[in-house]
């Protein structure tokens, strides 16, 4: 029986949920048009100026439909939340809580076609939604954001969709929760974060949270659907988690996601889960994803069909520059492309980078000139120096590395532009554990078919008689607890090879209590 104390508290929490302002808001409008109710319903046409004024806490239920920021044809308008504020879509307009929502229906667009000038899209909106100066928890959950464009070098040139900038010293939390990116775009190579970007100085800091999300059809000069910036002490910190990234195009890197002016302050990081990064284009480097300084972490991630399409640079799905200090685990690399490393891109300048690979699967990545799979190259100055020390690592543990085509190296290839000569330069390529389509040395390696029960159905699951089974390393400590289907990592005493652990062979066998497809 609860206690009086534990009343008290159940009280408090149902008074605070009830005390939150609610506005409920249709295209139309209704009633004296309060929001108070939904017979009462906020117009859509004040929908902007609403979200600019409420005070913290407030919530805004918002019927399906299309939403714009402006009726006046100005392509500085936006929806500019408010700190604090929440913004719920995909509303019939009869619910009385949010759980009544039936996700995946009931579409709420906020658009910037502002003209409805449907096949232009020069006269939109520069920004559809922007955030700036905030300080309070700030949600948007089921909005669609389409249309934000942005041409050459104009208002700032960056976040066509949700423009983040926190330029006061505040601290933000902000997440994203089941909305759609489609069609924000930038036309301009100096551009950064076409769908979303968080910029970030003067010592303020952005934990942005992205779930759930759907990013298509943007585009940026950097990282077509999100770029960080930070400058002058700004930090961001950004988990992706459960999102679809497809035909979304870096017009000089990152076709999805770009680091390239992120800082190595360690509160800068990037951390994405569970996400598929499916056809997009980087231009110069990183298909998919262009890593920065800051520090990654990527685990049970598809990447496929993505690519680079200028002749000078590569890495179909990942480029990896600067001091890049990344963690892949369980992850899946097929039918990348690039001239230079069909599935990743690496270079060091006056710097160390390190890429780890952990229980990844590499598989039918091609490069039209060199390394099927991997490539790594050294850009220097033209003086030595003591204190100059370069490295390049590629660290594979517990990989499948198969069937990746190249002229020059299907594998593995390493290059340097250099003017000098110095031991402290240095290309590693270091794999452990690992089945390779050709022989490297290392400790535990093999070169064995791999025995995937359908690879070209995208199925990279292992048979029984595979070789990768039992075979990863015995005694390593940096295990995920599941592999990238969410089955235990660790079936009969000992890890097996690539992205997916072995189905239980005679016992002994931990039972599966969840397997995500």
């Known amino acids: 029986m609860p206690t009086f104390p534990q009343l008290l ?14 506005i409920r808001v249709t295209t139309s409008g209704a009633g004296d048009r309060t929001g108070s109710s939904w017979a009462n319903a906020l117009s859509g046409t004040a929908l902007a100026g609403s979200v600019a004024s409420a005070t913290p806490g407030t919530q805004f239920w918002v019927a399906a439909g299309t939403y714009k920021p402006t009726t006046t044809g100005d392509r500085m308008a936006s929806f500019s939340i408010a700190s604090g504020v929440q913004v719920y879509g995909g509303f019939v307009g009869s619910e009385s809580a949010l759980n009544e929502r039936i996700a995946g229906t009931n579409e709420t667009t906020f658009s910037g076609d502002i003209y409805n000038t449907p096949y232009t899209s020069t006269d939109n909106s520069v920004h559809v939604m922007s955030v700036q100066n905030a300080s309070q928890l700030i949600i ?17 040139s960056s976040g066509a969709g949700l423009y983040i900038n926190q330029s006061a010293p505040l601290s933000l939390s902000l997440s994203v929760i089941n909305c759609n990116f489609i069609g924000n775009q930038i036309e301009n190579w100096m551009s950064g974060g076409g769908a979303i970007i968080a910029k970030v100085d003067n010592y303020a800091s952005v934990n942005l949270s992205i779930t759930g999300s759907y990013f298509s059809g943007n585009k940026a000069g950097f990282g077509g659907a999100y770029a960080p910036y ?10 992706i988690d459960n999102c679809l990234f497809i035909n979304n195009e870096g017009l000089y890197a990152g076709g999805a996601i770009d680091q390239s002016y992120s800082s190595a302050d360690p509160l800068n990081t990037l951390t994405i889960k569970r996400c598929k990064f499916i056809s997009n284009n980087g231009t110069y480097k990183g298909g998919a994803i262009s890593l920065g300084y800051n520090q990654t972490r990527v685990s049970e991630c598809i990447f496929s069909s993505n690519g680079v399409s200028n002749y000078g640079y590569g890495g179909g799905a990942i480029s990896g520059s600067g001091a890049a200090n990344s963690i892949f685990t369980n992850c899946i690399f097929s039918k990348n492309i690039a001239n230079y490393g069909g599935a990743l891109y690496s270079t060091s300048d006056n710097s160390v980078t390190k890429l780890i690979f952990r229980n990844c699967t590499f598989f039918n990545n091609q490069a039209y000139i060199a390394g099927g799979a991997f490539y790594a190259i050294f850009f220097t100055g033209t003086q030595p120096s003591p204190f100059l020390f370069n490295r390049n690592d590629t660290i594979l543990e517990n990989c499948i590395v198969w069937q990746n085509t190249a002229p020059d190296s299907p594998v593995y290839k390493d290059q340097y532009w250099i003017s000098f000569e110095s031991d402290r330069i240095k290309n590693s390529f270091l794999p452990t554990y690992s089945d390779l389509q050709e022989s490297y040395p290392g400790i535990g390696n093999i070169s064995v078919e791999p025995a995937f029960i359908d690879p070209y159905s995208n199925n990279y699951r292992l048979l ?17 607890t599941s592999d990238y289907a969410g089955q235990p990592r660790v079936q009969n005493g000992r890890v097996d090879m690539g992205a997916y652990e072995s189905a239980c062979l005679p016992a ?10």
């Open 9 to 22: 508290f159940c009280l408090f929490l149902s008074l605070s949920a009830l005390s939150q302002p609610i």
């Open 140 to 156: 948007l959950n089921s909005i669609t954001v389409f249309g934000g464009h942005i041409s050459g070098f104009d208002y700032g």
């Open 508 to 517: 002994p066998c931990i039972p599966i209590t969840a397997v995500r497809k």
């Open 230 to 239: 930070q400058d002058n002490g700004g930090s961001v910190s950004t988990l």
């Open 464 to 480: 029984a008689n595979s070789p990768a089974i039992n075979t990863g390393d015995p005694i390593i400590t940096a295990l995920p």
